[in-house]
């Protein structure tokens, strides 16, 4: 699947190099091909512009004081930025880690947060499961005890029925 990725990635690539090649030298290569087939426009010549146009303004004029800035004065009078320019790469790293240590330790508590009140929800339903089975033997040792006392009743009530038979008694 990578390398498949990896050649439709290659394509595109490529394809993307093709049209902004296009997109660049096209309209050069427009013009000159036009300018190639009209033989007419080989002969014309233009005269040279004549303006009065003022110089343009350098970016010294436009603001004087960006010239005397520098890199060195980036940040010169905040004493954080200052302090912190100053740490050692070692100090930068150590920091990171000490951070990367807080983050973990918070994703470690919210972890066993989260996994007790998962063991105090099952243990809920493990609770809810033993009532739900004890109320089910019950239920079913209650039938089994009716079924027995209605056989008992069948036969009781087959032998009356055969006495009465016996004795004349005509039934419905």
Known sequence: MTRRSGSCLRTCLVIFAVISALCVSGP????????????KTSSISCNPCVCDCP????????????????VTDCGKDDPDLKEEMEKQFVDLLSEELKLQETVSD???RHMNITFGEARRVAAQ???EAEKC????????QAREQVEALMRQEKKITSLWERRARQLGYVGE
Request: proline content about 7%; overall charge positive.
């Open 28 to 39: 050069a290569l427009y013009w000159k091909i036009k300018k190639g087939f009209n033989l």
């Open 55 to 70: 110089p343009p303004l350098s970016l010294l004029k436009l603001a004087p004081g960006i010239a005397n800035l520098s």
């Open 106 to 108: 918070e994703h470690i």
């Open 125 to 127: 339903y493990q609770k």
């Open 133 to 140: 089975n004890t109320a089910t033997e019950t239920c079913e």
